[in-house]
T-cell receptor
Framework: NAGVTQTPKFQVLKTGQSMTLQCAQDMNHNSMYWYRQDPGMGLRLIYYSASEGTTDKGEVPNGYNVSRLNKREFSLRLESAAPSQTSVYFC?????????????FGSGTRLTVV | AQSVTQLDSHVSVSEGTPVLLRCNYSSSYSPSLFWYVQHPNKGLQLLLKYTSAATLVKGINGFEAEFKKSETSFHLTKPSAHMSDAAEYFCVVSDPGGGADGLTFGKGTHLIIQP
């Protein structure tokens, strides 16, 4: 099925551990995004990639790094996980950054840091 | 700067009755506006979008929204609620002067459907 695929769906980490969240889209979209969702906060942008080869910080980038591996894939890395990073993470893509495009979201990764 | 206010954090209606989810926005430009729905443990799905064409926008599953510039509102409605409509709904504004991605999300409205 066409869309955005995120792996893993669930993960529990210990404080200080590292991990990479994977995201891939098969819609030939240029722009990809990582958001975190916390109760009562809506979605907040962590990092985005306007096009292959570029990445930029969003609203809450601290503690994260990203890699736009190719046009399809955009990964999010937590180098040293902290309890404050317990959240649901969503990857999204859109054809471009022009205003008016709808975003396609993955089904999310639920991360718990203990 | 742009912002979105969803006026109700929770809305409860009976099955078969109308649904109204309220959203007000502010924007320095001519924005695009979206409603997304999130069912439990799922990602966000686009319900409908307004991009400066017709002010009354029809979406999936019988939902519609009306863009009212004078009131800076984009309320979501449905004539008759169904149990499957129970979910979290997000109003989103997009304009060139917005955040890094041009999007600003509301904090969400949790829709509860009573049998």
């Amino acid at each position: 099925n066409a869309g955005v695929t995120q792996t893993p769906k669930f993960q529990v980490l210990k404080t200080g551990q590292s991990m990479t969240l994977q995201c891939a889209q098969d819609m030939n979209h240029n722009s990809m995004y990582w958001y975190r969702q916390d109760p009562g906060m809506g979605l907040r942008l962590i990092y985005y990639s306007a096009s292959e080869g570029t990445t930029d910080k969003g609203e809450v980038p601290n503690g994260y790094n990203v890699s736009r591996l190719n046009k399809r894939e955009f990964s999010l890395r937590l180098e040293s996980a902290a309890p404050s990073q317990t959240s649901v993470y969503f990857c999204a893509s859109t054809p471009g950054r022009e205003v008016g495009y709808g975003y396609t979201f993955g089904s999310g990764t639920r991360l718990t840091v203990v | 700067a742009q912002s979105v206010t969803q006026l109700d954090s929770h809305v409860s209606v009976s099955e078969g009755t109308p649904v109204l989810l309220r959203c007000n926005y502010s924007s320095s430009y001519s924005p695009s506006l979206f409603w997304y729905v999130q069912h439990p443990n799922k990602g966000l799905q686009l319900l409908l979008k307004y991009t400066s064409a017709a002010t009354l926008v029809k979406g999936i599953n019988g939902f519609e929204a009306e863009f009212k510039k004078s009131e800076t509102s984009f309320h979501l409605t449905k004539p008759s609620a169904h149990m499957s409509d129970a979910a979290e709904y997000f109003c989103v504004v997009s304009d060139p002067g917005g955040g890094a991605d041009g999007l600003t999300f509301g904090k969400g409205t949790h829709l509860i459907i009573q049998p």
